[in-house]
């Protein structure tokens, strides 16, 4: 919302010497934010009003061009050469005079151009800075209508005035109107001010000038109407109105057109001008019919639903109702007969049809945001009179005014809440002049207040409504800053540590962390090959999603991550490492959700119901890495990245988690069937990690052999609490042992026998060298191990130790048919 400071002190008794850095700090006081302030352009030197006595049309060059005789308020008119075409002999325009300098630098002076001496400029809106239009010179008006010639231009084109632009949030639809605005700042600043639609209404006589039923009143509570006719079709806006228009930001097209928009940023009621001879029998506002369509203003020939509301007559939809009019009905060059109107709009309909037909405008931005249904006939009567006196229009008959509103609820409001909430002590007094000044009425009811808000506060319903004003009015400044003191004692909860810990242990190990949007698709599901009976598949779809391609939520972090990955192999880089931390969404059987009232506080078995209806959210990690692992160099090849790492990445999660992990053969989509290991916690599943099916490394654009992991991270175990193990101060015997084993058994199975076998003198367990190849045999694998023996009471003998090693050995051989290597 932009405002001119003149014309907001037209209804606002500014103080003397009130500066823009006052207003500034008075509107952001209020809750107004100021996004820019537009500061006119500098012009020095002499600008006065001249009045055209003569105008001589010179020929023989390439373009019109005019010399003109011009009063400019000295003894003898000044010659002026001008190639506009606008204008005429006694119309009153902005000259600047030899001296003067306008915006950009353009310094005036009398020269010699087309044979005669030009003795100043006669300047256009684009000239003087206070618009864009260029098409011709500024005419202020007829002689009769405009300053005395020789009379300063620069406050007249307002070149000393400064406009404000606000934002207004979608709660405070008065403050789209200087009166809004103005009426906030006086009960802000405690000034005195004037309300623009406090006028006295015409006694307009005789029978209404036109037939209108509203149909649908619930959509449409006020709907009032004059009809005009004598409307000069080439009468000019003048020109102050048109500069107000385009200090706001609004383009000048004809005066009927100007007038409803100047109304409307007068007083934040919209209108809309109908050509009276264009409409068609009695009005009917109501809702569309299935089928039924409306061109509208802008030339869209648009398909209306049921949930539209129109203006209609005899030939149908002439006006989608608070959105934009009908092409049928649109005032022209020549319309001399006009049909004013002004109503209420229910705003949730207005808003639907403004994003269903993609049609935002400035009367529907006021209308969505609620606006004063008392001003209805006041602002007919300003656009009356506007017309009257610059169009020559005259209002027949009386005006319509259908009006079904109902009386406003009144508040119980304890003129001490502000003070309870806010913790500043406000007067019962303070609160009722700030009431007071908003424009609720209110009666005393013993300690209580009955508050009836004003008609141009649609927001206001609610006590807490009331407390904001009390607050906002007085100052927030007022309100201290003061943090509350932290309880001692808490901190992090034990499962924020465990997340925390998770991201920093894998970035430490040279994984950047990836977060994705929690989307899918079946597309991603496909690239992945998963079954069609894989519990995966069965998601939840959002009702309104942000892509139509990925509608549901995720059940896996793998197709984000997948993504993820594949946009950085596509911008350039060959060795990535990611990883992600996040919720997952599985679906299933859920319970549907209540959906309770907003008049109370849901009891706690409906909160139980709501809550019991949101889907499980188990916290997952998983990584992706593909190229090298550790990087080549003059160092050496370097390493290249392989599923034993996506393996090693899942124990560093259960180490800072805290578990004991195991891994074991396994087989589930995406891995690759042979290269897929289950991670086991105790007895259950916890995830899987290993290499990605040589299909969807092509689905997705993958290099082959890339590996992923993916860890239910809410299913391990909480960690227990650590106890110090018992420092022996014996002597430790360290043995090694080399196990020749079947290709295929899972070297996780080899240890646990060797653990169980060697018994409690076994203190650490170490692989270091894992070997296939000759002597060992085709289809056998050897490795070896370190092993560390030690007694907590005693020294330990080598036979001890040995007959431990053999019983370790043994008990490998049992389970996973080891022989021991010679």
Not at 17 to 36: H, I
Not at 43 to 56: A, D, K, N, Y
Not at 457 to 462: G, M, S
Not at 619 to 626: E, F, P
Request: overall charge negative.
């Amino acid at each position: 919302m932009r405002v001119p400071v003149r014309w907001l002190a037209e209804y606002v008794d500014l103080p003397p010497g009130t500066s823009v850095e006052d207003l500034d700090a008075a509107f952001v006081r209020l809750g107004l934010t100021v996004e820019e302030i537009h500061r006119p352009e500098e012009v020095t030197g002499p600008l006065v009003v001249g009045r055209v006595l003569e105008i001589e049309e010179l020929t023989g060059f390439k373009k019109p061009i005019r010399y003109t005789q011009v009063d400019v308020g000295e003894a003898e008119p000044r010659g002026i050469v001008c190639g506009a075409r606008n204008f005429a002999a006694g119309d009153a325009v902005v000259v600047a005079l030899p001296g003067a300098v306008l915006p950009g630098g353009f310094e005036i002076a009398a020269r010699t151009t087309y044979d005669h001496v030009s003795d100043g400029m006669i300047c256009s809106v684009r000239e003087l800075g206070v618009g864009e239009d260029h098409t011709g010179i500024l005419v202020l008006g007829s002689a009769a209508d405009a300053p005395a010639p020789g009379t300063p231009a620069a406050q007249i084109v307002g070149l000393d005035d400064v406009v404000f632009e606000l934002e207004v949030t979608p709660d405070r639809g008065y403050a789209m109107s200087l009166r809004g605005i103005a009426r906030d700042l006086a009960g802000g600043l405690r000034l005195s001010w004037r309300d623009p639609a406090a006028v006295p209404v015409p006694s307009w006589t005789g029978a209404p000038a036109w037939e209108v039923t509203v149909a649908d009143p619930d959509r449409c509570d006020r709907f009032s109407m004059i009809a005009m006719e004598g409307l000069d079709p080439a009468a000019p806006s003048p020109w102050w109105l048109r500069r107000r228009l385009a200090q706001s930001g609004v383009r000048s097209i004809s005066l009927a057109v100007d007038v409803t928009n100047y109304v409307m940023l007068e007083l934040g009621q919209p209108m809309h001008a109908f050509d009276r001879d264009a409409v068609r029998g009695p009005i009917v506002v109501r809702r569309a019919r299935e089928g039924e369509r409306l061109t509208t203003l802008d030339g869209a020939d648009r398909a209306l639903t049921s949930d539209d509301l129109l203006i209609t007559d005899d030939t149908g939809p002439i006006g989608l109702a608070g959105v934009m009019g009908g092409a049928t009905t649109e005032i022209g060059d020549g319309t001399t007969t006009v049909l004013l109107e002004a109503a209420h709009w229910e705003p949730t309909g207005i808003s639907r049809a403004v994003r269903r037909h993609k049609l935002p405008s400035e009367a529907a931005k006021r209308f969505e945001r609620g606006t004063d249904p008392e001003v209805t006939v006041a602002a007919l009567a300003r656009a009356a009179e506007l017309l009257a006196g610059y169009g020559g229009a005259r209002v027949v008959g009386g005006p319509v005014d259908v009006d079904t509103r109902t009386p406003r609820p009144a508040i119980s409001f304890d003129p001490l809440r502000p003070a309870r909430i806010v913790g500043v002590r406000y007067s019962a007094r303070q609160v009722v002049e700030l009431l007071d000044a908003v424009g609720c009425e209110i009666t005393a009811e013993g300690e209580l207040l009955s508050v009836t808000p004003p008609s141009w506060r649609p927001d206001l319903v609610a006590p807490a409504d009331l407390v904001e004003e009390v607050v906002r009015l007085a100052g927030y400044d007022d309100i201290p800053s003061l943090l509350p003191t932290a309880p001692p004692g808490r901190g992090l909860s034990e499962e924020q540590r465990r997340r925390r810990g998770i991201g920093r242990a894998l970035a430490e190990a040279g994984y950047v962390e990836a977060p994705s949007y929690p989307f899918v698709g079946t597309a991603a599901f496909d690239a992945l090959g998963l079954p069609d009976d894989d519990p995966r598949r069965d998601v939840i779809v959002v009702r309104n999603p942000l892509s139509e391609e990925e509608p549901a939520l995720r059940t896996t972090l793998l197709p984000g991550l997948l993504a993820t990955l594949t946009r950085n192999l596509a911008r350039g880089l060959r060795d990535v490492e990611l990883f992600e931390e996040g919720v997952v969404f599985p679906g299933g059987v859920r319970r549907p959700a209540p959906v309770p009232g907003a008049d109370r506080r849901p009891d706690d078995e409906t909160l139980a119901e709501l809550l019991g209806a949101v889907p499980d959210q188990p916290r997952h990690v998983a990584v992706a890495l593909t190229g090298h692992r550790e990087p080549r160099g003059w160092w050496g090849p370097g390493r290249p990245a392989v599923w034993a790492d996506a393996i090693q990445a899942a124990r560093i999660v259960a180490e800072t988690a805290g578990v004991e992990l195991s891994v074991r053969a396994g087989e589930r989509a995406p891995w690759h069937p042979g290269r897929c290991a289950e991670l086991v916690v105790g007895d259950r599943v916890v995830g899987y990690a290993g290499e990605l099916h040589p299909r969807a490394c092509t689905a997705l654009d993958l290099p082959p052999r890339t590996s992923v992991m993916e860890l239910d991270v809410d299913a391990l175990p909480p960690r227990k609490v650590p106890v110090g193990p018992h420092v022996s101060t014996f002597p430790p015997v360290h043995m090694d042992v080399a196990l020749v084993v079947p290709l295929d058994q899972p070297e996780a199975n080899v240890r646990a026998a060797l653990k169980a076998g060697a018994g409690e003198l076994l203190e650490d367990l170490r692989l270091f060298d894992l070997y296939t190849g000759s002597p060992v045999p085709e289809g056998q694998k050897s490795l070896a191990y370190a092993m560390t023996f030690r007694a907590p009471d005693r020294t330990l003998t080598s036979e001890e130790a040995g007959t431990a090693l053999a019983a370790a050995v043994e008990a490998a051989a049992r389970a996973t048919r080891a022989v021991l290597r010679g």
